[in-house]
């Protein structure tokens, strides 16, 4: 989904859905124009709590060690 | 109305996966990839009171923590870890089963100022074996050129990520090592490290990861690193280590000298990438017996809480005679739930001694 399409869906939202975190959108209907916006199931991915893992696969060799300062 | 309708019970969702500790425990939730740390006391509640009703859960601790227990499901529900049910039996634990259908699924190639390899004939034989995950390890600073031949021999075949870790050359400019990641999109990280300082670029559309780091990786020494940076908290790497070992699981190493090892840090060779193939050193009967060592069986880590989403080392452990003895260069006391900043003791290397007949 491009950015602006992203941006449209987005002003659709009520001033509520807006406070959730940002997630996925689709449309459920394939006319845009009476297309339902809806939050997904599919959105639960982005809204992690606790310690966030970055990577999305396993290390192959581990010779850094814990962050430099940046 | 019907009068034998239940209470609800409380349902994890089947990627929310509990994982008991000594002190505490994990509660890991492997589709967003995060953890939270829980009682070990929610641990008891969620395993072996799974299925039952608040109040058959209140009443197993003779209604002693109905307050604690209250706020443990407030807690579960705001973070969204489960969810209140009538029917939990619709809703099956995964499958932590591990399979995989390459042969090897990850690999280290140490190259350094006098290695001699043949990238392409290397290249050509771990993508035959299914080889999906590639680091290269360039101790010395090679120049953009020579990346670029290794890479060369990579810009075919299966895989599906290529990392990179270099010594500092003053001609590995972000923009000379984000073109070779444009030009090889299989590059999925590059970190140089002895750089003069430190900088982390914002990762490239595609997600690739470009950082100097200023700490000197000169050799396969300084492998074997343990500490929560190098978690992986996905379903892949929880299942595999029910049964089998995070690291040396489907691995096949080629060190600086063309030797081919389980890990370049260990001291068995299955022969010389120049005289022998990768599929005959992966034929050797020892080749994959340290593949299924897994935490459940290491002294220490089989109470730790980190177990499941923590990469192992069997190169460097406490304790070089006993080959289930836990990893030198993990700081984590489970027992006390602290991590110690003695980090690294001197490393042992486990299993037969550098010299050994091969």
């Known amino acids: ?70 | 109305m019907r009068s034998d309708v239940r209470a609800p019970v409380f349902q994890l969702f089947a990627c929310c996966l509990p994982v008991k500790g000594a002190r505490r425990s994990l509660l890991c939730d492997v589709q967003r990839q995060s953890f939270q740390f829980i009682p070990n006391g929610l641990y008891e509640i969620l395993t072996e009171h799974a299925g039952k009703t608040v109040a058959e859960i209140k009443a197993a601790y003779g209604h002693e923590y109905d307050e604690e227990i209250d706020e443990y499901f407030d807690f579960l529900l705001q973070n969204e870890f489960g969810f209140w049910c009538d029917d939990p039996e619709r809703f099956p634990p995964i499958d932590l089963t591990w399979e995989a259908p390459e042969r090897i699924t990850n690999a280290i190639l140490d190259v350094d100022a006098r290695s001699d390899h043949d990238y392409a004939r290397i290249l050509a034989e771990l993508d035959d074996l299914g080889c999906k995950a590639l680091e290269v390890r360039c101790f010395h600073g090679p120049s953009p050129a020579e990346l670029q031949a290794i890479l060369e021999a990579a810009r075919y075949g299966r895989l599906r990520s290529l990392d990179l870790l270099v010594g500092f050359h003053p001609e590995l400019t972000a923009e000379a090592l984000l073109d070779l990641a444009r030009e090889h999109q299989r590059i999925s990280s590059v970190v140089v490290c002895s750089a003069p300082e430190a900088r982390r670029l914002p990762p490239t559309q595609t997600g690739v990861t470009l950082e100097y780091r200023t700490e000197a990786v000169s050799s396969p020494s300084c492998c074997g690193k343990v500490h929560p940076g190098y978690f992986a908290i996905n379903l892949e790497t929880f299942a595999e280590a029910q049964r089998h070992n995070t690291c040396l699981n489907r691995k096949i190493s080629v060190d600086a000298r063309g030797e081919i090892r389980n890990c370049p840090s260990l001291p068995r060779s299955f022969g010389n990438a120049r005289e022998t193939s990768l599929h005959s050193a992966l034929a050797h009967r020892d080749f994959a017996a340290l593949w299924s060592i897994n935490k459940d069986q290491i002294d220490v880590c089989k109470d730790c809480e980190f177990r499941y989403v923590c990469v192992d080392c069997r190169a460097y452990i406490q304790d070089g005679s006993d080959l289930y003895s836990k990893p030198s260069k993990c700081a984590y006391d489970p027992y006390t739930a602290e991590w110690h900043s003695s980090a690294e003791r001197p490393a042992v290397l486990a299993g037969v001694q550098k010299g050994d007949p091969v």
């Open chain 1, 1 to 70: 989904m491009d950015d602006d399409h992203k941006g449209e869906l987005f002003a659709r939202l009520s001033p509520e859905g807006r406070e959730i975190a940002p997630v996925g959108y689709r449309f459920l209907h394939p006319r845009a124009t009476r297309a339902t916006v809806l939050r997904l199931v599919e959105c639960r991915p982005h809204r992690a709590v606790g310690y966030v893992c970055g990577g999305f696969r396993k290390p192959v060799s581990r010779c850094l060690g814990p962050d430099d300062e940046i």
